[in-house]
């Protein structure tokens, strides 16, 4: 009987082990629980705000059911690589990538597990595809765009210096995406009669000496939305303000740091749009393959009031304040 009744008891610890160790651990709702990597290319405003907002989405979907394990690469496009490979090794059930070296990182270390990318200004570009047009990828990418319409700022620099003559595209060549948009937009400053001249930089190392020679010889410059600029707004502002050469930027974070002016999205609102997209991606609702491009299309006029008063610029009616 003694014997019949360890070997009972054995049983019944082996039966309970197997029960804790089988699928993940459920959540109060009884949901499975989730591991999101959230790889980010630098810490700078635009990015932050994304990243915030993905979770935020994505806390108020899923609650305790998420965890998230989150890596800054610093601005090095090689640390992607590391933290990307980490998410992949833990087996992660998707990963966000903030920003191009990220998404390109991802997409080169997983073809199973989802990835969205946010903070992306074209996927074809940063993907190197065969279109630059932003629709339903297939395979295991999607995610969010944070291009707003270049026509649309080529009309803001035009509707703020009217007399201006010459122009210059501020850009990191290395960012494919800052590429893309400077071509662009050159060539709808070109129709407006503007002269325009690209000034590229390969990295931090040469952006003041670039921005010097642009700053030199434009009348106005334009910055896309490009990473390392936003990551070194302080280094221009100290050459293009004393120069007396405005700024009009690709994004709030730029314009923030150096620029007069921008036409923006909402880089909180980006990442909100992603979370909800990686909500539906994790229950099944929506799989990562037919999840289609996403956009912020509400635009906002946005001015640094403290840049203008000291360029003596009067932005027209429209503009909104960038809150300090």
Same mark, same amino acid.
């Given at each position: 009987?003694?014997?019949?009744?360890?070997?009972?008891?054995?049983?019944?610890?082996?039966?309970?082990?197997?029960?804790?160790?089988?699928?993940?651990?459920?959540?109060?709702?009884?949901?499975?629980?989730?591991?999101?990597?959230?790889?980010?290319?630098?810490?700078?405003?635009?990015?932050?705000?994304?990243?915030?907002?993905?979770?935020?989405?994505?806390?108020?979907?899923?609650?305790?059911?998420?965890?998230?394990?989150?890596?800054?690469?610093?601005?090095?496009?090689?640390?992607?690589?590391?933290?990307?490979?980490?998410?992949?090794?833990?087996?992660?059930?998707?990963?966000?990538?903030? $920003?191009?070296?990220?998404?390109? =990182?991802? &997409?080169?270390?997983?073809?199973? /597990? #989802?990835?969205?990318? !946010? @903070?992306?200004? %074209?996927?074809?570009?940063?993907?190197?595809?065969?279109?630059?047009?932003?629709?339903?990828?297939?395979?295991?990418?999607?995610?969010?765009?944070?291009?707003?319409?270049?026509?649309?700022?080529?009309?803001?620099?035009?509707?703020?210096?009217?007399?201006?003559?010459?122009?210059?595209?501020?850009?990191?060549?290395?960012?494919?995406?800052?590429?893309?948009?400077?071509?662009?937009?050159?060539?709808?400053?070109?129709?407006?009669?503007?002269?325009?001249?690209?000034?590229?930089?390969?990295?931090?190392?040469?952006?003041? $000496?670039?921005?010097?020679?642009? =700053?030199? &010889?434009?009348?106005?410059?334009? /910055? #896309?939305?490009?990473? !390392? @600029?936003?990551? %070194?707004?302080?280094?221009?502002?100290?050459?293009?303000?004393?120069?007396?050469?405005?700024?009009?930027?690709?994004?709030?974070?730029?314009?923030?740091?150096?620029?007069?002016?921008?036409?923006?999205?909402?880089?909180?609102?980006?990442?909100?749009?992603?979370?909800?997209?990686?909500?539906?991606?994790?229950?099944?609702?929506?799989?990562?393959?037919?999840?289609?491009?996403?956009?912020?299309?509400?635009?906002?006029?946005?001015?640094?009031?403290?840049?203008?008063?000291?360029?003596?610029?009067?932005?027209?009616?429209?503009?909104?304040?960038?809150?300090?």
């Amino acid at each position: 009987m003694k014997k019949y009744i360890a070997l009972l008891l054995a049983l019944m610890m082996v039966f309970a082990l197997c029960a804790c160790g089988g699928d993940k651990t459920p959540s109060a709702g009884g949901d499975d629980a989730y591991v999101v990597g959230i790889c980010q290319l630098a810490p700078h405003p635009a990015l932050d705000a994304a990243t915030q907002g993905f979770r935020d989405a994505l806390t108020e979907a899923l609650g305790d059911a998420v965890t998230f394990d989150e890596g800054n690469a610093g601005g090095e496009a090689a640390n992607c690589t590391t933290i990307i490979d980490g998410f992949v090794s833990e087996k992660a059930d998707l990963i966000l990538a903030n $920003a191009t070296a990220s998404l390109t =990182a991802a &997409a080169a270390a997983t073809d199973t /597990i #989802p990835i969205l990318g !946010t @903070a992306i200004t %074209n996927y074809g570009v940063a993907l190197n595809l065969d279109t630059t047009e932003d629709k339903v990828l297939g395979g295991n990418i999607s995610g969010t765009s944070d291009l707003a319409p270049l026509d649309q700022q080529a009309a803001m620099i035009q509707e703020l210096f009217p007399d201006a003559k010459n122009v210059g595209l501020l850009y990191c060549s290395a960012e494919p995406n800052s590429v893309f948009q400077v071509e662009t937009i050159e060539g709808y400053l070109k129709d407006m009669g503007y002269t325009c001249t690209q000034y590229a930089f390969t990295d931090v190392n040469d952006l003041p $000496a670039v921005t010097q020679t642009a =700053a030199d &010889a434009s009348d106005v410059i334009y /910055i #896309p939305t490009d990473n !390392t @600029a936003a990551n %070194n707004t302080d280094a221009i502002a100290n050459i293009v303000l004393p120069a007396k050469v405005p700024v009009v930027a690709g994004e709030e974070g730029i314009c923030k740091g150096c620029g007069v002016a921008t036409l923006s999205i909402s880089y909180y609102e980006l990442g909100q749009i992603t979370g909800q997209m990686a909500a539906d991606i994790l229950t099944g609702k929506t799989p990562v393959s037919e999840t289609a491009i996403g956009f912020d299309t509400t635009l906002d006029k946005l001015y640094n009031a403290a840049n203008c008063e000291a360029l003596g610029i009067t932005p027209p009616d429209g503009y909104t304040a960038i809150e300090e």
